[in-house]
């Protein structure tokens, strides 16, 4: 279960103020796929970023009785004069799971041969990809974060990913943002809508489907100087 407490995230920019969260109370249930939608800008990874961690909340909390992962595929927290071996290592250490174990998995699915040992600085964008789907995938956690993860990588890349990937949702939950209403259907369980700050829980996915798309269809107009980012 992932729980989210008076949840509120707060941006100032050029002396505006843009609000991601605001003051949202939710529970994301053990075991369910949920689809997190909204418009663009709404602020959907911003959202997955707190509750992975890696990004604080203005105010309130993320309690969580379960191992949640950081964005699947992400790979900005991965230091540049580290060989993508050393940055799986340090991953491991983090997270508490067999170094060894670790490596050897990322080694064999990214397919990154030699550059393996080379600094991730050096990397190319879809070398990169590879690196971080597979460190992802390495490590099995109760909820997964998903944002976008058909994109990364080749044709044949992304089929192995989504495989592998549809064989650690057997077992796990998750949260996930994705423009493919195709992912969401064939992916989820539950809906949230994210809108202006406030967020929708939905335990029947096609009424946050029809939810989503009645908000995407409203003019421009809707959305004010002071929506969400």
């Known amino acids: 279960m992932i729980q989210l407490e ?3 995230k707060i941006f100032r920019r050029k002396g ?4 991601v969260a605001d003051n949202i109370n939710a529970v994301f249930p053990t075991g369910e796929s949920v689809a997190l939608l909204g418009r663009n ?4 990874s911003t959202l997955l970023r707190i509750i ?4 604080s909340p203005t105010y309130g909390r993320v309690v969580s009785s379960g191992t949640i992962s950081w964005p699947v595929g992400f790979a900005g927290s991965f230091h540049a004069d580290l060989t993508g071996a050393q940055n799986v290592r340090f991953v491991a250490r983090i997270y508490g799971v067999d170094t060894d174990q670790l490596i050897d998995y990322v080694a064999d699915f990214a397919e990154l041969g030699e550059h393996f ?3 991730f600085g050096t990397y190319s964008s879809g070398m990169r990809s590879r690196l971080a789907m597979g460190t992802s995938m390495g490590i099995k956690f109760d909820t997964y ?13 992304r089929a192995k990913s989504q495989q592998v990937f549809a064989e650690r949702m057997s077992q796990s939950g998750a949260i996930v943002v994705t423009h493919s209403m195709a992912m ?3 992916m989820c369980t539950m809906g949230a809508v994210l809108d202006r700050g406030n967020l929708t829980i939905f335990d029947d996915l096609d009424e946050g489907i029809a939810y989503h798309e009645m908000l995407m269809s409203l003019p421009a107009a ?7 980012v």
């Open 6 to 8: 008076n949840l509120t």
């Open 16 to 19: 505006q103020r843009h609000v």
């Open 41 to 44: 800008g709404a602020g959907k």
């Open 52 to 55: 992975a961690g890696t990004i």
């Open 117 to 119: 040992h080379r600094p």
């Open 145 to 157: 974060l998903v944002d976008e993860v058909t994109s990364v990588g080749d044709a044949s890349f």
């Open 184 to 186: 969401v259907r064939a």
């Open 222 to 228: 809707y959305i004010d100087e002071d929506a969400p």
